[in-house]
């Protein structure tokens, strides 16, 4: 029945329940004992073997072990010929319901975190970096509550970019810079960088009209128009290319409209309301204007004309009452006024002395709430209530001087950029930092100038004094 080999191996000791299995075919539960048993009465760690034998016989949930002659037939499927292969009428997919497979392999998602304590981890997903960004963050909370990392690096422009906007719908940036010009990105057009991770993104288009550095930029929201404003003190207006021209296509004239005039000095800010198809716009002047952003002609009303306010530093639109503008000026006064009659309709309370100003450097709306968020160049950021004009909250929240503000579309983060060299994500609802990561290098003591979040897609972005925007996902 064996032969010497077989015989000689099963004489060692501890080996004797290998060769039992080796040699067994088509056996049960009750051979496997019986083989066991044999060892019991031959070898060595006896006790152990016993106490093995005696769990196996205690546990009822395993079924007795069923002849290999016994169990039912495997499926199988037909495989195709070289001839049949043309013939895929007759061959029937298999098909699976969803998670099938997963439960198939693991056993149901319940039962698999409970076994493994995965908890909260057991949601967690993989996302291919290959696949399209198309992340929908609509009244979803915990769109936001993730790490952002960078993943697009824009390198074309020569000088710092001081502004940057989303396209409404589309992976498409626009950049101002003090290089004198404004570019179109496209983020599906990348390359990968020299040593690094992210991804080179080459400009589409380049802007060129302006006589001086670009300041500020803004897009409508319907994406088919963009606004930008300089130092030489006009709003040159654009029609945006298509995303997907080619970069070397000759030049098209009807790209640029025409210039808004009317700003003596530097334009520090502009803001596009889509209610009534507006355009705001902030200057050094010391004046605000409204622009009816569909045509190019005289501004509509102009606020603040004799600087009693001050000098303008940045400009919003209301979110809460579309009707009002908030604006805030280099002697630290914030302020609400009428489009309608141009008139100041409320001022928000300062606790800074007269004798200590301490410039505002952007004020930005709240998209949901009456509420009004200023960055200060005293490393603050100050929430206050648009009915009453009290501040809500006051938090000292760079190292350095806070410079650019955005917040959401759905209204639940804020992020901040600092002359410090970080970009910090604050959770409105508790007012603390949630992420802090460094974009850009400092030149000549600056570094962030803005940041923006995408309107509809899963998109950060900031522009530094280092020439570099940046996108992260």
Same mark, same amino acid.
């Given at each position: ?17 290998? /060769? ?7 056996? &049960? ?19 152990? +073997? ?18 290999? /002659? ?19 009428? %007759? ?22 975190? &409970? ?6 981890? #057991?949601?967690?997903?993989? #996302? ?15 769109? +936001? ?19 940057? *906007? ?5 992976? /498409? ?10 570019? +179109? ?23 060129? *009209? ?24 006009? $709003? ?22 025409? #210039? ?36 190019? *002609? ?5 606020? =603040? ?24 000026? /280099? ?32 004020? $930005? ?11 200060? %160049?005293?490393?603050? $950021?100050?929430?206050?209530? &648009? ?22 579309? =759905? ?27 460094? #974009? ?5 003591? %600056?570094?962030?100038?803005?940041v923006a979040f995408h309107p509809s897609k899963c998109y950060i972005a900031s522009a530094g004094a280092d020439a570099l925007a940046k996108v992260f996902v």
């Amino acid at each position: 029945m064996f032969t010497s080999r077989q015989c000689q191996v099963m004489r060692r000791p501890g080996r004797a329940v290998a /060769v039992a299995l080796y040699m067994r075919s088509e056996s &049960n539960l009750e051979w496997f004992e019986h083989s066991i048993t044999h060892t019991l009465q031959v070898g060595p760690n006896r006790s152990k +073997l016993q106490d093995m034998l005696a769990t196996l016989r205690d546990v009822d949930e395993l079924p007795p072990l069923q002849s290999s /002659v016994n169990s039912p037939p495997r499926p199988t499927a037909t495989r195709l010929t070289e001839h049949e292969a043309g013939r895929t009428e %007759e061959v029937e997919a298999l098909t699976f319901p969803p998670g099938a497979g997963k439960s198939f392999i693991m056993g149901t998602s319940e039962a698999l975190e &409970n076994a493994l304590g995965l908890g909260e981890l #057991a949601g967690l997903t993989v #996302a291919n970096e290959a696949d399209p960004l198309n992340y929908d963050i609509t009244n979803n909370k915990d769109a +936001l509550r993730k790490t952002w990392n960078p993943k697009f690096t824009l390198r074309s422009h020569f000088d710092g970019i001081r502004g940057l *906007a989303f396209h409404p719908v589309e992976p /498409v940036l626009v950049t101002a810079s003090e290089d004198h010009t404004v570019k +179109l990105w496209n983020l599906q057009k990348t390359a990968p960088a020299k040593k690094s991770t992210s991804l080179d993104v080459e400009p589409i288009y380049t802007f060129r *009209a302006h006589r001086g550095p670009v300041l500020c930029v803004v897009m409508s929201t319907n994406g088919e128009q963009c606004f930008s404003g300089g130092t030489d003190g006009l $709003i040159q207006c654009w029609n945006a290319p298509n995303p997907n021209i080619d970069p070397y296509d000759s030049y098209d004239p009807s790209v640029l409209r025409g #210039a808004l005039e009317g700003h003596s000095d530097a334009v520090w800010g502009l803001v596009y309301s889509a209610t009534h198809q507006r355009l705001l716009s902030c200057s050094a002047d010391g004046t605000l204007r409204l622009w009816n952003a569909t045509e190019i *002609a005289p501004s509509l009303c102009i606020i =603040n004309e004799n600087r009693e306010s001050g000098i303008p530093t940045s400009v919003d639109v209301v979110c809460s009452d579309p009707s009002h503008l908030v604006s805030s000026f /280099v002697n630290g006064q914030t302020s609400i006024f009428d489009m309608e009659t141009c008139q100041r309709f409320l001022t928000f309370e300062s606790n800074t002395d007269a004798s200590s100003t301490c410039q505002i450097n952007k004020v $930005i709306s709240h998209p949901t709430l009456p509420v009004t968020i200023t960055a200060h %160049e005293d490393r603050h $950021i100050k929430f206050f209530d &648009n009915n009453t004009g009290k501040v809500l909250h006051s938090m000292v929240a760079h190292l350095d001087a806070v410079t650019s503000l955005a917040v959401d579309p =759905n209204g639940l983060y804020l992020m901040s950029g600092s002359h410090d060299s970080s970009i910090r994500l604050w959770s409105l609802e508790t007012k603390t930092c949630i992420q802090e990561f460094t #974009a850009h290098r400092k030149k000549f003591d %600056e570094s962030i100038h803005d940041v923006a979040f995408h309107p509809s897609k899963c998109y950060i972005a900031s522009a530094g004094a280092d020439a570099l925007a940046k996108v992260f996902v």
